[in-house]
């Protein structure tokens, strides 16, 4: 009996806390499955930049160094490109306050340009900024919710005793039967990946939601997490100061990377010149977060190998940082990824319209709320991330004026969901995402069939995200539709 009334427990804490977590948590979800793909939307965004994925270093550095010695900046940051994570080169400094240019062409020559409004990038930090919130407090909701999340996701496992038995069992047409088999095959699917987004997810800011967490290693004392910081990240090697006149130049410094790594493994370099030292990160090819660096004296150029000193649980750590962000993944596994993610998006608005279908014959005031809710969500959503592409592709409005624009669409669409069909909803956010999808071809016909002929894989991955959502919810417009004519007709 002790366990029957756990279970029964686990079960109100997996219901109620999904229900009230889930708007949430469908909203981190689908704005980070969708920034997955931040560097392809950029491109998709901004047309008009060039991509310099081809461009070599010998065009792009001196540029990039005749631009930074003229900033009497103290310290400077050069960023490749690199396959799907980076297509340009990007330059970072320091003086009074922070600035940042990309590498773009002009004609035959190449200058940095000001930093372009990176919507797909926006979009992906949405799911744990939540733009509007401050930062302290966007990342205690975070870590709150990733907490919540792996909290629903065992009970969910401990309540369902027979989930492995049924992980494949599917029975069509058995009204709410059918919704329960549907959210355990999709829970049960993916569940490694919800697992690990949600472990993870609460690492990220932990020991900023939770002082606790570092009081209890280093205690109260007002530099503790100062050492705490200080016995996480690697020391830095000390040199006297340099001038940028005098110093190691970055081609050299290339140079070294390309004799020490091989062509194409430089990601970053940072130059400290205060400190006299820079530091060259190199491409990160495993899942462990925090790729191999090497440290070069500015005055002298010696090259000082930097040893990885993590620990084991430094290492479990920064391995789950990078499987949460998948930034070391190919195409197939990327896919996988979206894949995963869309799934996690259906697995709690499942878990929604369960909640509803159990409480359907009583309809009282908390179901209409919770109805409303759905709709503002599941349907709001992704009507008005499709309007902020829309707004910022048409080049007329910026991204704060764009992101804005997300916003207030979702409010009116919200507090359109008091009085509207549910079908006229999700009809209204499929048109916009074929919209998206069909918007190149019918501005750049020619432009858009050579894309698809030659496999531009950042163009087709937009194409085929946009013509996935707009399919998807066409299909959930037809059923709200068919469900309505037939209560009609009871």
């Given at each position: 009996?002790a366990?029957v009334?756990?279970?029964?427990?686990?079960?109100?804490?997996h219901t109620?806390?999904?229900?009230?977590?889930?708007?949430?948590?469908?909203?981190?979800?689908?704005?980070?499955?969708?920034?997955?793909?931040?560097v392809?939307?950029?491109?998709?965004?901004?047309?008009?930049?060039?991509?310099?994925r081809?461009?070599?270093?010998?065009?792009a550095l001196?540029?990039?160094?005749?631009?930074?010695?003229?900033?009497?900046?103290?310290?400077?940051?050069v960023?490749?490109?690199?396959?799907?994570?980076?297509?340009?080169?990007?330059?970072?400094?320091?003086?009074?306050e922070r600035?940042a240019?990309?590498?773009q062409?002009?004609?035959?020559q190449?200058?940095?340009?000001d930093?372009?409004?990176?919507?797909?990038q926006?979009?992906?930090?949405?799911?744990?900024?939540f733009h509007?919130?401050?930062r302290?407090?966007?990342r205690?909701?975070?870590c709150?919710l990733?907490a919540?999340?792996?909290?629903?996701?065992?009970?969910?496992?401990?309540v369902?005793?027979k989930?492995?038995?049924?992980?494949?069992?599917?029975?069509?047409?058995?009204?709410?039967?059918?919704?329960?088999?549907?959210?355990?095959?999709?829970a049960?699917?993916?569940?490694?990946?919800?697992?690990?987004?949600?472990?993870?997810g609460?690492?990220?800011?932990?020991?900023?939601?939770?002082?606790?967490?570092?009081?209890?290693?280093?205690?109260?004392?007002?530099?503790?997490?100062?050492?705490?910081?200080d016995?996480?990240r690697?020391?830095?090697?000390?040199?006297?100061?340099?001038?940028p006149?005098?110093?190691?130049?970055?081609?050299?410094?290339?140079?070294?990377?390309?004799?020490?790594?091989?062509?194409?493994?430089?990601?970053?370099?940072?130059?400290?010149?205060?400190?006299?030292m820079?530091?060259?990160?190199r491409v990160?090819?495993s899942?462990?977060?925090?790729?191999?660096?090497?440290?070069?004296?500015?005055?002298?150029?010696?090259w000082?190998?930097?040893?990885?000193g993590?620990?084991a649980?430094?290492?479990?750590?920064q391995?789950?940082?990078g499987?949460?962000?998948?930034?070391?993944?190919?195409?197939v596994?990327?896919?996988?990824?979206?894949?995963?993610?869309?799934?996690?998006?259906?697995?709690?608005a499942?878990?929604?319209?369960?909640?509803?279908?159990?409480?359907?014959?009583?309809?009282?005031?908390?179901?209409h709320v919770?109805?409303v809710?759905?709709?503002?969500?599941?349907?709001?959503?992704?009507?008005?991330?499709?309007?902020?592409?829309?707004?910022?592709r048409?080049?007329?409005?910026?991204?704060?004026?764009?992101?804005?624009?997300?916003?207030?669409?979702?409010?009116l669409?919200?507090?359109?969901?008091?009085?509207?069909?549910?079908?006229?909803?999700?009809g209204?956010?499929?048109?916009?995402?074929?919209?998206?999808?069909i918007?190149?071809?019918?501005h750049?016909?020619?432009?858009?069939?050579q894309?698809m002929?030659?496999?531009?894989?950042?163009?087709?991955?937009?194409?085929?995200?946009?013509?996935?959502i707009a399919?998807?919810?066409?299909?959930i417009?037809?059923?709200?539709?068919?469900?309505?004519?037939?209560?009609?007709?009871?």
């Open positions: 009996m366990v009334r756990w279970r029964q427990s686990l079960s109100a804490v109620w806390l999904g229900l009230l977590c889930g708007w949430w948590l469908f909203f981190m979800f689908a704005t980070g499955t969708l920034g997955y793909l931040d392809q939307l950029d491109a998709w965004l901004q047309p008009e930049l060039h991509e310099q081809d461009v070599s270093p010998q065009q001196p540029v990039l160094q005749q631009h930074l010695a003229q900033q009497q900046a103290s310290e400077w940051r960023h490749f490109p690199y396959q799907q994570q980076r297509p340009f080169y990007e330059a970072y400094w320091r003086s009074d600035h240019a990309v590498l062409q002009q004609g035959e190449w200058r940095l340009a930093m372009p409004d990176w919507g797909g926006w979009l992906y930090q949405l799911h744990y900024r509007y919130f401050g302290d407090a966007a205690v909701l975070a709150a990733s919540w999340l792996l909290l629903v996701l065992i009970s969910g496992v401990v369902h005793k989930i492995l038995q049924e992980m494949l069992l599917l029975r069509p047409d058995k009204g709410l039967r059918s919704w329960l088999d549907g959210h355990n095959v999709l049960v699917t993916a569940l490694p990946y919800f697992l690990v987004m949600a472990y993870s609460l690492l990220f800011y932990g020991t900023s939601a939770w002082p606790a967490a570092v009081q209890g290693g280093y205690g109260f004392a007002d530099d503790a997490r100062s050492q705490y910081f016995d996480v690697s020391q830095v090697p000390q040199a006297a100061p340099v001038e006149k005098h110093g190691v130049d970055l081609l050299t410094l290339q140079q070294m990377a390309l004799q020490h790594w091989g062509a194409g493994q430089l990601a970053s370099i940072r130059i400290d010149w205060p400190n006299g820079a530091r060259l990160t990160e090819h899942i462990v977060r925090g790729g191999e660096m090497a440290y070069v004296d500015m005055a002298t150029g010696q000082q190998a930097q040893e990885d993590k620990s649980l430094q290492t479990l750590q391995g789950l940082f499987l949460h962000e998948g930034l070391f993944a190919e195409p596994l990327r896919a996988l990824y979206l894949l995963a993610g869309v799934m996690g998006c259906v697995l709690i499942s878990g929604h319209v369960i909640w509803l279908r159990k409480r359907e014959r009583r309809r009282d005031h908390w179901w919770v109805r809710l759905n709709l503002a969500s599941f349907a709001g959503l992704p009507a008005a991330i499709a309007t902020f592409m829309l707004l910022q048409s080049g007329l409005l910026g991204l704060d004026q764009a992101q804005d624009g997300l916003f207030l669409t979702w409010l669409l919200a507090l359109a969901a008091i009085r509207i069909a549910p079908s006229w909803l999700y209204l956010a499929a048109g916009l995402w074929l919209a998206v999808a918007i190149d071809w019918w750049q016909p020619l432009a858009s069939w894309a002929v030659q496999g531009n894989g950042d163009w087709l991955a937009v194409q085929l995200m946009a013509w996935s399919a998807m919810l066409v299909a417009t037809v059923w709200q539709r068919r469900t309505a004519l037939q209560g009609a007709t009871r």
